[in-house]
C-alpha cells in the first residue's frame, strides 16, 4: 500500500525527521514501513505487509480463507494509519526542535492515495474531507480492468488537496482511512478513545458526520461512542481546544478563561464587541448565547479556523448567525472594520505573536481602534513549573513565541495601556508561590 505526500514548502522533511536523500526503514508489527522522496518536496510511504502475520489476527468467520484470502495488504486502512503514526510520530505530534516555526505554517498539500476503500462510495468520501477543506479527486476503480462487465469495485483512487499546516493533514488520514474502510486490523479498546480525542481535538467535535466517524473509528462499539461523543459534546472539552489546553484540561482552564472574559465583556455593557484572534469560535459561541452582543466580529488571520468557525455557526439559527461577521485580518494593520467596536478581547493570542510585533499590535489597539474596554488573557509562565506533563523550559503550545511571568505581562499592560486605565487578575486556582495558571489584563477608559 502506498501514500504520498507533496508540499510546496522546500524544507517539510524538517518536520517529517526524515532525511530527503535516504531510505528510512522500520519494522512494524505487521511488515515493513518504507518513507523515501521521488523529489526533494514530495514524501512517499510504502507499506510492506506480512501475510503470514495476517493468519494470526482473524477470528473466526463464516468464509475459513478470509485470513489468506484478503486485501489488507494493499489498501490503505488501517495498517496505514498505524504506520503514517509510526514513521511520521512527530510531525503527526505537531513537534519539530528545529525548525518550530514550521509546525504552524499553512502549506499547500497534495496527498494521493492510489488504492482507498471506501465503505459508503464517492458520497461519503466527499463528505468527510470537504467539510475540513479540501479539494477531492476520486476515480473509482474497477473490479478487473480487463473485463469491466464486472463493474465497479469499493477501491477509489484518491488525490487530496488543502492549504494547511502538515500535522493536520496527517491527523486528518490517521482518524479517517480507518473509518472510510469500516475497518480496523487490531482490537479497539478504551486506549482508541484517547487517540480519537487527541488527534481529532481541533475539528472532530465540529464535523458533519462527527457520530459517524466516531462509531467507524472505534469499531461500532457503543459504549466507547457514547464517552467519546460525550467528551466532545461538552463546552469545555479539553480535546477540543488547542494543543496548550491539553496541558490545563485537568484544571478545566479553558472553560474558566472564556466565562471570565465573556463576564468581563456583559459588565461592560458593550453591544458591539470583537473576538480578536478567534480561531474556531468557542468564545464566539459563548457570545452569541447572550442577547445584548447583538454585533459581533470574528477575526482571524488564518482562513482554515475561520472556515471551522463558519462551518459551527451552521448549526445556529438564522438569527444568531445575523449577529456575526467572521473576517480575516491582521491586528498588524489599520482595519476599518473595527473602528465601531465597542469592546474587544484577544484571548491567548499576544503569546503568538513576535516579540518585535508587540508595539506595533499595542499601538493598533490603544490608539486607532480604541475600544472603551479591551480584555487580554495569556499564559502564566511561573505555573508550568507545576505540570508534570510540560519538560522544563517548554512554552504550552509549539507555537508560542514567548510566556511572561506575571510582572512581566504587568510591566507591559502598564507600558502599552495609554490613557487606559488597567486591572490585571489570574484566571484559574492560584498556587501560593507560582500564581494562577493564566492571566487576565482588563483596560478601560
Not at 465503505?119 to 463528505?127: C, F, K, W, Y
Not at 480604541?370 to 506533563?389: D, G, H, K
Not at 498556587?431 to 489584563?441: I, K, L, N, R
Request: hydrophobic share 40%.
Amino acid at each position: 500500500m502506498l501514500l504520498t505526500i507533496e508540499s510546496d514548502h522546500p524544507e517539510m522533511s524538517f518536520l517529517l525527521h526524515k532525511h530527503p536523500a535516504r531510505l528510512h526503514s522500520q519494522p512494524i508489527s505487521f511488515g515493513l514501513a518504507h518513507a523515501f522522496y521521488p523529489r526533494p518536496t514530495k514524501v512517499a510511504l510504502l507499506i510492506e505487509i506480512d501475510p503470514l502475520s495476517l493468519t494470526r489476527r482473524g477470528g473466526a468467520d463464516t468464509f475459513a480463507l478470509k485470513p489468506y484470502v484478503n486485501d489488507r495488504s494493499y489498501v490503505a486502512g488501517s495498517f496505514l494509519s498505524v504506520a503514517l503514526n509510526q514513521m511520521f510520530r512527530t510531525a503527526v505530534a505537531a513537534r519539530c526542535n528545529k525548525r518550530p516555526e514550521l509546525i504552524s505554517t499553512p502549506m499547500k498539500l497534495e496527498a494521493v492515495i492510489p488504492t482507498l476503500p471506501v465503505r459508503g462510495g464517492d458520497r461519503l468520501l466527499r463528505s468527510l474531507f470537504e467539510p475540513l477543506g479540501y479539494q477531492v479527486e476520486a476515480r473509482r476503480l474497477p473490479l478487473d480492468e480487463k473485463f469491466p462487465d464486472w463493474g465497479d469495485s469499493a477501491y477509489f483512487h484518491c488525490k487530496l488537496k488543502i492549504v494547511s499546516p502538515l500535522f493536520t493533514l496527517l491527523r486528518h488520514l490517521y482518524i479517517l482511512l480507518p473509518v472510510l474502510d469500516n475497518e480496523k486490523h487490531y482490537w479497539v479498546g478504551e486506549g482508541e478513545i484517547e487517540k480519537l480525542l487527541e488527534n481529532g481535538q481541533q475539528w472532530l467535535a465540529e464535523h458533519p458526520l462527527c457520530e459517524l466517524i466516531v462509531s467507524r473509528y472505534l469499531k461500532h462499539q457503543k459504549g466507547l461512542a457514547r464517552q467519546a461523543l460525550d467528551v466532545l459534546a461538552s463546552d469545555d472539552s479539553p480535546r477540543d481546544q488547542e494543543a496548550e489546553e491539553t496541558v490545563e484540561e485537568k484544571l478545566g482552564l479553558h472553560q474558566q478563561r472564556l466565562e471570565a472574559v465573556v463576564e468581563v465583556l456583559l459588565k461592560s455593557g458593550a453591544v458591539r464587541v470583537a473576538d480578536l484572534g478567534c480561531g474556531e469560535g468557542k468564545l464566539l459561541r459563548r457570545l452569541l448565547k447572550h442577547p445584548q452582543f447583538s454585533q459581533i466580529l470574528a477575526m482571524d488571520v488564518s482562513m482554515d479556523p475561520l472556515r471551522r468557525a463558519g462551518q459551527s455557526l451552521e448549526r445556529q439559527h438564522e438569527s444568531k448567525r445575523q449577529r456575526v461577521e467572521l473576517v480575516q485580518g491582521s491586528l498588524l494593520y489599520t482595519d476599518p472594520r473595527l473602528q465601531e467596536v465597542e469592546a474587544a478581547c484577544l484571548v491567548e493570542v499576544i503569546e503568538h505573536l513576535e516579540p518585535d510585533r508587540l508595539s506595533r499590535v499595542a499601538h493598533n489597539l490603544f490608539h486607532r481602534i480604541r475600544p472603551r474596554t479591551l480584555v487580554i488573557t495569556t499564559p502564566n509562565r511561573e505555573y508550568n513549573a507545576l505540570w508534570e506533563s510540560l519538560p522544563a523550559g517548554n512554552f504550552r503550545h509549539p507555537d508560542h513565541r514567548f510566556e511572561w511571568t506575571r510582572q512581566e505581562f504587568a510591566t507591559w499592560a502598564h507600558s502599552v495601556k495609554h490613557d487606559y486605565q488597567v486591572s490585571l487578575q489570574g484566571l484559574g486556582e492560584a498556587h501560593p508561590e507560582h500564581g494562577s495558571p493564566s492571566q487576565m489584563a482588563v483596560f478601560r477608559r
